[in-house]
């Protein structure tokens, strides 16, 4: 008795639609592993760039205390340096604080201009605290002005890291 086409190929036509359904299921994990990933990655990504914006403009809080220090130097008060000084050192230990948690999300390179950033602030609270007339203001000037330097290079390697342009 002759065999027809399909009985001769049927195992193997099942053999094809098993195999295909296989690869078809593999290509669906890879492709929902792939996009769980990425978007995973995208999500830090945001999240790093929202942190660093709100890093970025926390500068205005440094202003905001150096001109009510200014302004208590100026006035020969020594309450109110006192309690400007209390204000700075807040905010500059806040902002070291800061530069710790978010460096440490980035590479060697960023770390370092943290680094620098932080021994800037030191720097300026030490400063700060030896400040009494306005005729020893010209070194903290000096050292306000590298602060706000450092912070500004810190935040554009961070947003450079991110692949982001500073704003």
């Known amino acids: 008795m002759e065999t027809t086409f399909f009985e001769k190929h049927a195992q ?21 592993w792939l996009t769980v990933h990425f978007n995973d990655l995208a999500q830090v990504r ?43 050192n807040a905010v500059l230990a806040g902002q070291a604080h800061d530069t710790e948690n978010i460096a440490r999300f980035f590479d060697q390179q960023a770390k370092k201009k943290a680094k620098d950033y932080q021994s800037a602030l030191e720097e300026l609270s030490q400063i700060a605290q030896r400040t009494n007339d306005v005729t ?32």
Request: aromatic residues 6%; positive net charge.
């Open 12 to 32: 193997n036509a099942l053999i094809g639609a098993i195999i295909t359904s296989i690869l078809a299921l593999l290509t669906g994990i890879v492709s929902i």
């Open 46 to 88: 945001q999240l790093r760039l929202e942190q660093i914006t709100k890093f970025d403009q926390s500068g205005q809080q440094i202003v905001e205390a150096a001109s009510a220090f200014i302004v208590a130097i100026n006035d020969k008060d020594s309450k109110a340096l006192g309690s400007a000084r209390l204000k700075l």
């Open 136 to 167: 020893e203001m010209r070194l903290w000037a000096e050292t306000f002005g590298r602060v706000l330097d450092s912070k500004s290079n810190l935040s554009r390697e961070l947003y450079t890291q991110l692949g982001a342009a500073s704003s």
